[in-house]
């Protein structure tokens, strides 16, 4: 079974500086990653994704992603968070096989940019 | 419809009276999910619907809680006997065939049990 570990709840981080928001999963099989954003009282949205090829991944809003198999890890990086990048943020992981591919999500880690 | 629309947007109601959500997705999505966000518990899986294949269920917490997707399209998750830790918000979101393709969410009903 798939399941996806969120170790930060809460990340303050002052505006314009680096923020990494952390995400491990564990799985048996080949797995699909992902990133969404939930702003403040909206709904979820798609950050990035990792499908295949390339270990880092670009998304919206200048965030990026690196799968490190080795470490069963997906962490989400900005090099300068805005203001506006508070939110909540989720990792989440698919099953990379045929068949039933649901998506099982994290707890969240709750990004607060300071001024 | 353009996105996934999810009725009622609020739902207030007194314990042991039955709910009904309602999710109309993506028009073509085969794909859809049922997911509880409550405070501290991020998005909790609740039961997942693919085609015309058997729905995996394994994540509803009690038999007070039921599924069913009509004609492959829209859903409806029915609580029975409603208790106060039901109060969540209740969402939504369809995808094409595969998990991986992105998921598109609805705005969610936020459920009150009083």
């Known amino acids: 079974a798939q399941s996806v570990t969120q170790l930060d709840s809460q990340v303050p981080v002052f505006e314009e500086a680096p923020v990494e928001l952390r995400c491990n999963y564990s799985?048996?099989?080949?797995?699909?990653l992902f990133w969404y954003v939930q702003y403040p009282n909206q709904g979820l949205q798609l950050l990035l994704k990792y499908l295949s090829g390339s270990t880092l991944v670009k998304g919206i809003n200048g965030f990026e992603a690196e799968f490190n198999k080795s470490q069963t890890s997906f962490h989400l990086r900005k090099p300068s968070v805005h203001i506006s990048d508070t939110a909540e943020y989720f990792c989440?992981?698919?099953?990379?096989?045929?068949?039933?591919?649901?998506?099982?999500f994290g707890t969240g880690t709750r990004l607060t940019v300071i001024p | 419809g353009a996105g996934v629309s999810q009725s009622p947007s609020n739902k207030v109601t007194e314990k042991g009276k039955d709910v009904e959500l309602r999710c109309d997705p993506i028009s073509g999505h085969t794909a859809l999910y049922w997911y509880r966000q409550s405070l501290g518990q991020g998005l909790e899986f609740l039961i997942y619907?693919?085609?015309?294949?058997?729905?995996?269920k394994s994540g509803l917490p009690s038999d007070r809680f039921s599924a069913e997707r009509t004609g492959g399209s829209v859903s409806t998750l029915t609580i029975q006997r409603t208790q106060q830790e039901d109060s969540a918000v209740y969402l939504c979101?369809?995808?094409?065939?595969?998990?991986?393709?992105?998921?598109?969410f609805g705005q969610g009903t936020r459920l009150t049990v009083v």
């Open positions: 799985s048996s099989v080949s797995v699909y």
């Open positions: 619907f693919q085609g015309n294949s058997a729905p995996d």
């Open positions: 979101a369809s995808s094409t065939w595969t998990g991986w393709a992105e998921a598109f």
């Open positions: 989440a992981v698919s099953r990379g096989a045929t068949g039933a591919n649901n998506l099982f």
